[in-house]
T-cell receptor, first 111, second 112 residues
Framework: RKEVEQDPGPFNVPEGATVAFNCTYSNSASQSFFWYRQDCRKEPKLLMSVYSSGNEDGRFTAQLNRASQYISLLIRDSKLSDSATYLCVVNLGTGRRALTFGSGTRLQVQP | DTEVTQTPKHLVMGMTNKKSLKCEQHMGHRAMYWYKQKAKKPPELMFVYSYEKLSINESVPSRFSPECPNSSLLNLHLHALQPEDSALYLC???????????FGPGTRLTVL
């Protein structure tokens, strides 16, 4: 089992749709969680940190489910500009002291 | 200043060349990172510096040599690279190791 696992997609959705991605992680002691967005041929950019109580930033909502060891990202009212790869990033808390990246989920929002 | 800068943006080098990639941040971050990213793959960690000391080396071949001259600068010295080393090289920084990271725009390296 991969340490951080994501569905690679692509998710093809129409503008205005709601789309959700999940990401599972292997270590129950994992300490911090992030969603990054990466556009083609650009660097990853921090979208949001994921807190235990869940958090929302405009159209984006992130949730953490420690019992089932996954985090989720919900995008409401999708825009064409949301088309990108979404990377799940986890501090697995294994003592390695580095973040572990999932392989990314590709989202394509269509007009 | 809330950005990480990298130079050069593009680099083409032969297998016998020696070149260096540079990264700079002025956010007062004490951890800096080098990643390698191939097309359609996630970034792959190479090195981590924490408080200017090498903290993690992910068994990277010695033809890649990192250097952290001070808390704002990170270099990656390249020598005798192979064509399969062609990739996007990303620098990142974080307040301390383990925190959320902020990435530079990367250097796109082609080895001929």
């Amino acid at each position: 089992r991969k340490e951080v696992e994501q569905d690679p997609g692509p998710f093809n959705v129409p503008e205005g749709a709601t789309v959700a991605f999940n990401c599972t992680y292997s270590n129950s002691a994992s300490q911090s969680f992030f969603w990054y967005r990466q556009d083609c041929r650009k660097e990853p950019k921090l979208l949001m940190s994921v807190y235990s109580s869940g958090n929302e930033d405009g159209r984006f909502t992130a949730q953490l489910n420690r019992a089932s060891q996954y985090i989720s990202l919900l995008i409401r009212d999708s825009k064409l500009s949301d088309s990108a790869t979404y990377l799940c990033v986890v501090n697995l808390g294994t003592g390695r002291r580095a973040l572990t990246f999932g392989s990314g989920t590709r989202l394509q929002v269509q007009p | 200043d809330t950005e990480v800068t990298q130079t050069p943006k593009h680099l083409v080098m032969g297998m016998t060349n020696k070149k260096s990639l540079k990264c700079e941040q002025h956010m007062g971050h004490r951890a800096m990172y080098w990643y390698k990213q191939k097309a359609k793959k996630p970034p792959e960690l190479m090195f981590v510096y924490s408080y200017e000391k090498l903290s993690i080396n992910e068994s990277v071949p010695s033809r890649f040599s990192p250097e952290c001259p001070n808390s704002s600068l990170l270099n990656l010295h390249l020598h005798a690279l192979q064509p399969e080393d062609s990739a996007l090289y990303l620098c990142a920084s974080s307040q301390v190791q383990d925190n959320e990271q902020f990435f530079g725009p990367g250097t796109r390296l082609t080895v001929l």
